[in-house]
């Protein structure tokens, strides 16, 4: 038999802050190169403005670079596979308009992938420190825009069977590092502290939402009164109780989760679940998936840290499949801030 052409994808990532470029040599990861933008940390949050042009900046260096850490020539590229959304538009646009240009250079395909099932499918990169879920199975991705419970029939089929009402499970945990006065980005601090605090400590309230939907606006808002109440009887209430408040506002928003993915698992019978986005770097949720699996004989999933977060080698591997069923994109394309997985 005749040996198959490997397939070789370049892909672009730029739906928020991160610039990031990968190359993909069928379901295995050559390169993943991922520009951070530090400016942010000043305000407190993502500004869409100054992330757009840093993507601008970033794009074409951090693109070359994938390439050579790749050691391929760019001659030897398949196709090009980005993100169309959800996220920023104006950073959107950036990684669309690049990636439809050299498309169209290079003569080669163009694959628009949606960022959210990116994550998802994300467990299908070859690593030898991951195994693939088996279809169907139960994604639950969370991010700092996004959280959902996705029944995954196979790499094209998903459906959203839950998702949150208002805020998303990143930005709780982001507001409530703010409300405690932590640098942004807070949820990896708020991680950190946790992990030497009493997570029974203080009880905060767990939300009252039908079905398998989320909400997380209450909770940052009975974190906010009881940071104010506690802080006028002691000025020094958060200094002298950071660690204990951390676990117990992790330890709140873990057990939100955990009961629906427990309530997903019950009313779809699949006991396969994987976590994707970037809150899944978080250890404590980490920790409660893989409990879970001896606790209620799921098999759990969870992925490589760098794979976790934004990036585009998650990009390149629905780029890779898409690219084994020739689905493929026209150059008339368009960014889409907002774009659901259906």
Not at 119 to 126: N, P
Not at 309 to 318: K, Y
């Amino acid at each position: 038999m005749p040996e198959h052409k490997p397939i070789y994808i370049l892909a672009i990532e730029s739906s928020c802050d991160d610039t990031s470029a990968a190359i993909l040599m069928n379901d295995k990861v050559l390169s993943n190169v991922v520009a951070t933008q530090a400016i942010h940390e000043e305000y407190g949050g993502v500004v869409p403005e100054l992330a757009s042009r840093a993507h601008q900046q970033n794009i074409v260096p951090v693109v070359d670079q994938a390439i050579a850490r790749a050691n391929i020539d760019k001659k030897q590229l398949s196709a090009i596979a980005f993100t169309r959304g959800p996220g920023l538009m104006g950073s959107l646009l950036v990684g669309t308009s690049f990636a439809k240009s050299l498309s169209l250079g290079l003569d080669i395909p163009l694959i628009e992938v949606n960022h959210m099932k990116a994550h998802i499918l994300a467990h299908f990169i070859a690593d030898e420190k991951m195994t693939s879920p088996k279809f169907p199975f139960l994604a639950l991705t969370i991010s700092g825009g996004h959280t959902q419970v996705v029944q995954v029939n196979d790499y094209f089929e998903m459906k959203i069977i839950g998702q949150t009402l208002d805020d998303a499970v990143g930005e709780a945990f982001d507001k409530s590092a703010k409300i405690l006065g932590l640098p942004y980005p807070g949820g990896p601090l708020i991680d950190k502290h946790a992990a030497n605090g009493n997570p029974h400590k203080f009880e905060f309230p767990i939300p009252k939402v039908k079905d398998l939907d989320f909400s997380f606006s209450g909770l940052k808002t009975n974190i906010l009164y009881f940071i104010q109440r506690n802080t006028k009887d002691n000025p020094n209430f958060i200094n002298e109780n950071l660690e204990d408040i951390c676990a117990s506002i992790q330890d709140t928003i873990i057990e939100i989760l955990m009961r629906k993915l427990k309530k997903a698992v019950k009313q779809t019978g699949i006991k396969e679940v994987a976590i994707g986005g970037g809150v899944s770097a978080n250890s404590g949720i980490r920790k409660a998936l893989t409990d879970a699996q001896e606790k209620y004989g799921w098999k759990t999933y969870i992925p490589q840290f760098q794979y976790c977060t934004d990036n585009a080698a998650m990009i390149g591997i629905v780029g890779y499949h898409k690219f084994k069923n020739e689905i493929f994109s026209k150059q008339d394309i368009t960014a889409q801030a907002r774009y659901v997985i259906s």
